[in-house]
């Protein structure tokens, strides 16, 4: 056991971190920690992503579940779609022209994208929180487009991506959900971890076959983020995640930077 496998390892503890504490963060962590310190391929540190945030999710969503902030109705309008593009962006990923360089640079952009998200959406919360509703016709509208349209459009989106680079997506569900599928937060936040554990398991089925798996890292790189998640779990009932995603934002903003400009 060399410096390298344990200071993976305590870096796969804050992805569940990440997952406990906000509800999302998790494949922006794991896939830079898997290249960058692991030494995998992008292409193996993605399908182990995917596996890994997948499974850290669905246990994550269990005590979601319990306190009934998870919507199955919402997520069956979301995941369908979301899990036929996260198996199409899986199997894009192996066409010949596909590199390792091209799916890190896709990935530094996803990744400095959801920075400006995160940084930005305490600021733009309010705006969500205090509906007026001053037209109750346009209201009712409202809700039904996003859940019957937009959602599923949206979940396709995520899809391709979480297939292509390997990110869960949560930045881009739970505004989703809250936006278009009038969802509360806490709702938001349990259903897109059945979201996310639902398009990773299809994106990796996708790369089946493509990649071969280091089994012994995968699984115990999935424990370490699984105990991450709990003392995210416990922690988030003491700090502030808004301001903890703020700066999370910022961290991601400067990784990302550092991906492209390797690349």
């Known amino acids: 056991m060399d410096i390298t496998w344990i200071l993976g390892h305590l ?4 992805i569940g971190l990440s997952l406990g504490l906000i509800g999302g963060g998790g494949s922006i962590l794991a896939v830079p920690i898997l290249v960058y310190v692991m030494g995998l391929s992008a292409r193996e540190a993605i399908a182990a992503s995917l596996f890994i945030v997948g499974v850290v999710s669905l246990i994550g969503l269990i005590p979601h579940a319990k306190a ?18 996260a198996y199409a962006g899986a199997r894009f990923a192996e066409l010949p022209f596909i590199s390792d360089t091209i799916q890190l640079v896709a990935f530094g952009i996803v990744m400095l994208l959801a920075s400006i998200l995160m940084i930005r959406k305490k600021r733009d919360n309010p705006p969500i929180q205090l509906d007026p509703q001053p037209d109750p016709g346009a209201t009712a509208k409202s809700p039904s487009l996003g859940k019957t349209v937009l959602i599923p459009l949206e979940g396709l989106l995520v899809g391709v991506i979480t297939g292509f680079v390997g990110v869960g997506g949560g930045f881009a569900i739970i505004p989703a959900l809250v936006l278009l599928g009038g969802t509360p937060i806490k709702e938001a936040i349990g259903t897109s971890l059945l979201i996310i554990g639902l398009k990773s398991a299809t994106a990796f089925w996708g790369y089946l076959g493509q990649v071969s798996l ?5 699984l115990s790189f999935t424990l370490a983020a699984t105990l991450g998640t709990y003392g995210g779990a416990l922690l988030s009932r003491r700090l502030d995640a808004s301001h903890l995603q703020k700066g999370f934002g910022y961290f991601v903003l400067a990784v990302s930077i550092f991906i492209l400009i390797q690349r």
């Open 214 to 218: 280091d089994w012994n890292l995968i």
């Open 11 to 14: 870096l796969a503890i804050g």
């Open 68 to 85: 009934g902030h998870v919507s199955l109705k919402l997520a069956l309008t979301f995941a369908p779609a979301a899990m036929v593009g």
